[in-house]
């Protein structure tokens, strides 16, 4: 154990080094002061450790390092704790041991590892033996079990997602609206990318012939370890069979009743199945836009991707850029925090997006043409609901027309506004 922890806190000895910035760091910091629980959940390889690493990077300034303890529960050296909850207190103790310090701040990457981690939390939260707690999961149900209910009121939960466009432009020193407009070209070349192999750090950094291998690496992990261990899962064929079917049918409505005719697998199993998925962070559902909860209910649902790069293991996926398009937009709103659900009864909306009492209707087309303008312009103009927004996200591309205006993705999503 001893080696593993030394191996794992290399900030003992120096700050993490060549770090990218997160956006979800600057809402971060100023909750370091409270006593509440930071709790970091999203999909795997989302960049959970790594806001980790800049914490303690920032909090190194202030702490002696030492005082930090970080923990990787997805190591396999754990697996043989996996039942033992009391393991987490010898984990401390070995780092009390090896530095002689106490410790102030833990991180617990991975947490759910640990079968009934949720009591060894309670019990040293309670107890005040430290000055803050940090803990990621990358299953959202792992705060939803009886066990976990004893945290209630104790923690404070964000989401973590894989890079945004935003940070991308950042990373490729694009952070004025300036040079948004001078580096069009490459700005371009970095959406098409994000497009095809969507924005994971790790893939990002790879060269495009690798990309596709990390992805499967990345896809199969989620489907074998977050859904089909974590769940019990007996029927790994079905249920890999319903994966592969709605990567190659994204953004389609689909029932639980037509997904069971598709697959072949009973409808109760395409209902465990996709909450598993979901649940997963691996694809989320839209509900049809309705201030009646049984009209959402009744209704087909569309069914998105958390990353456009699992497009990549799925059959032509660089055919549809439609589709692409429209999947990275949804990526991009539920990065923003949006409220996200769907339209197509009078009138058509791919988006109906609210945050903070505002409500915009946001409608993807790739490209505006002769034979699909008037179509697109139109659906926004009918829709039967007031909104404060109406916007079509195209690829490259401006327009205004009937009150609504179209907008290139890279200009509505870039962060950088003008004059900025």
């Known amino acids: 154990m001893e080696k593993v922890i030394i191996a794992q806190n290399r900030h003992w000895d120096e700050p993490y080094r060549n770090l990218y910035a997160r956006d979800l760091l600057d809402r971060l910091l100023p909750l370091l002061s409270t006593k509440h629980i930071q709790v970091l959940q999203g999909i795997r390889r989302s960049g959970k450790s790594t806001l980790f690493k800049l914490i303690i990077n920032h909090l ?33 103790l070995t780092a009390k041991k090896l530095t002689s310090k106490r410790v102030k701040y833990l ?60 940070e991308i432009l950042r990373l490729n020193g694009i952070d ?29 950094e790879l060269p495009d012939e690798l990309k596709r291998e990390l992805l499967k690496a990345y896809y199969e992990t989620i489907l074998l370890k977050g859904c089909v261990a974590n769940n019990a899962i007996r029927d790994i064929k079905g249920f890999k069979e319903l994966s592969f079917y709605l990567l190659s049918n994204t953004a389609s409505l689909c029932s639980h009743a037509s997904l069971s005719r598709a697959v072949g697998i009973h409808d ?46 799925s059959f032509s996926f660089s055919a549809n850029h439609g589709k692409l398009l429209e999947n990275l937009v949804f990526c991009e709103l539920q990065k923003r925090g949006y409220e996200i659900n769907f339209y197509n009864k009078q009138g058509e909306c791919d988006f109906i ?6 409500v ?61």
């Open 107 to 166: 991180f617990l990457d991975e947490v759910q590892a640990i079968s009934g981690w949720e009591r060894y939390i309670k019990s040293v939260y309670d107890s005040g033996e430290f000055e803050k707690i940090f803990i990621t999961g990358s299953n959202s149900s792992f705060l939803d079990g009886e066990l976990a209910t004893l945290l209630s009121g104790r923690y404070m939960s964000a989401r973590v997602y894989p890079l945004s466009l935003h």
């Open 353 to 358: 997006i609210r945050k903070e009492g505002r």
């Open 60 to 92: 190194t300034r202030t702490t002696d390092p030492q005082e930090m303890l970080y923990v990787n529960l997805d190591d396999p050296f754990f697996i043989q704790y996996a039942n033992d909850p009391t393991s987490l207190h010898e984990v401390v």
């Open 268 to 313: 109760k199993s395409v209902k465990e199945y996709l909450s598993h998925l979901e649940e997963s962070y691996l694809f989320s559902e839209l509900k049809l836009f309705s201030y009646s909860l049984k009209e959402q209910q009744a209704n087909k649902k569309k069914l998105y991707l958390s990353d456009n790069g699992f497009f990549s293991l």
């Open 360 to 420: 915009a209707a946001i409608q993807v087309c790739y490209a505006l043409n002769d034979k699909n303008r008037k179509r697109e312009f139109a659906g926004l103009a009918k829709l039967p609901f007031g909104v404060d927004e109406k916007r079509i996200i195209t690829y490259n591309q401006k327009a205004e027309q009937e009150g609504v205006k179209a907008v290139p993705f890279w200009d509505y999503f870039s962060g950088l506004s003008p004059g900025a």
């Open 176 to 204: 004025s609206y300036l040079s948004l407009h001078r580096e069009l070209p490459g700005v371009l070349n970095l959406v098409d990318n994000m497009m095809r192999f969507g924005s994971f750090v790790e893939v990002y």
